[in-house]
């Protein structure tokens, strides 16, 4: 399979945990982009990579979360100390650049905190 | 930060039927996004258009820059066809994917 993967599918955890998801982009595109989506809403941007390089991060993001993509290749987001409104689904997606590619998005990963 | 309103919310066809979704945004751009999502949440591009009209199998997409609008036609609908069908545009007219707005998305379902 050579699309965009995303691990866990899906995670229930109790709030005040940490829990991390992870990315893997198609193997030759660079651009790689998380995003939140909750019940009934769009997508909305979380932060994006070009390499290993973390280039914007969204106000949504707070300090709580952090996103990683240390060879420039799958990508780490972890949640610390999770809130009940973190609960929401988290897609990754990638494209081999940020201009003119097509973006090619994984299944998500649904996170429900308790 | 790019506003993005699609319509309808919700649409119910039977089978067979020609189907149009509308976008609208505030904004110039460079390219539009259509993206289907199914239940499970895995979504699928479908087109990235930046002029004119792109064609795929029954489904085609245009859209008009000066209007700020862009529509998804589905010919010959089938059930399979049902997801939420959900443009997304950059916030400005020299971005292309980062930070995409995405519009709520419209919810089709196609009655056998």
């Known amino acids: 399979d050579t699309g965009v993967s995303q691990d866990p599918r899906h995670k229930i955890t109790k709030r005040g945990q940490n829990v991390t998801f992870r990315c893997d982009p198609i193997s030759e595109h660079n651009r790689l982009y998380w995003y939140r989506q909750t019940l009934g809403q769009g997508p909305e941007f979380l932060t994006y990579f070009q390499n290993e390089a973390q280039l914007e991060k969204s106000r949504l993001l707070s300090d709580r979360f952090s996103a990683e993509r240390p060879k420039g290749s799958f990508s780490t987001l972890e949640i610390q100390r999770t809130e009940q409104g973190d609960s929401a689904m988290y897609l990754c997606a990638s494209s081999i650049d940020g201009v003119t590619g097509e973006l090619f998005f994984g299944e998500g990963s649904r996170l429900t905190v308790l | 930060k790019n506003e993005v309103e699609q319509s309808p919310q919700n649409l119910t066809a039977q089978e067979g039927e020609f189907i149009t979704i509308n976008c609208s945004y505030s904004?110039?751009?460079?390219?539009l996004h259509w993206l289907q999502q199914h239940p499970g949440g895995g979504i699928v591009s479908l087109f990235m258009?930046?002029?004119g009209k792109k064609k795929h199998g029954r489904l085609i997409a245009t859209i008009n820059i000066q209007e700020k609008h862009s529509s998804l036609h589905i010919t010959a609908s089938h059930p399979r066809d049902s997801a939420v069908y959900i443009c997304a545009v950059p916030p400005i007219s020299n971005f292309g994917n980062e930070k995409l707005t995405f519009g709520t998305g419209t919810r089709l379902t196609i009655i056998p």
């Open positions: 904004v110039g751009i460079s390219a």
């Open positions: 258009l930046s002029s």
